[in-house]
C-alpha cells in the first residue's frame, strides 16, 4: 500500500460515492482519482487500467457538462436501455475485450492482459451509461467490481481490492437508488 494508493483510493471512493447518490459531484472528484491510479496501475503493469484511468479523465469532463445541461439545456433524466441495445452493448465489449487483450498479450509485458482488458471494455461501456445516465450502468458496474477485486488483490494492491469491493456494494445502492428516482421522475 503506497500513498498515491491511499489518495487515489480515497478519491475514487468519494466519487462512486457521489455518482450513487446521483451528485455532479461526483466527476471532478474522479479525475482526481484517475490521475493518480493511473501512476498506480503503472507501477504494477496494469496497462489497461492505465488506459482506463485517461479514458475516465476525458469522459469525466464530459458527463460533468453533459449531467449539467445535456439534455436541451435541461438536466439529463435517468433512462432505461432495450434489452436488444444491451445485448449489440454487450457483444460489442466482449469483441473490443478480445482485440485489446491480444494487443497486450503479443505486444507488452502486462501481467494480465486478458482479464484487464475484460476491466477496461466493461468500464468504459459503464462510463458512457453513467454519462448517459442510463440505470443499467449499475449491472455493468457490479460485474466490472467482481472481475477487479480478485486482480487487484493478487497483484498486491489491498487496499484497491477493498475499494472495488466497496463499489460492489455501492453500485447495488446506486441501482436502488436509481431505480426509485427513475420512478419519480
Known sequence: MT??????????AISVWLAARNSVHTWWTGIIGSVLYGWVFWSVQLYADVTLQVFFIITSITGWLHWLKGHHGE?????????GHLFLLFCGAILVAAGYGLLLHTFTNA?????????LTFSILAQFMLMGRRLENWYVWLAVNTLAVPLYAYRGLSLTAVLYLIFWFNAWHGLWKWRRELRAQ
Do not use: F, G, N, Q
Open 3 to 12: 500513498l498515491p494508493e491511499i489518495a487515489a483510493c480515497l478519491s475514487y
Open 75 to 83: 438536466v439529463l433524466p435517468i433512462r432505461k436501455t432495450s434489452v
Open 111 to 119: 501481467w494480465s492482459p486478458w482479464l484487464d482488458s475484460l476491466i
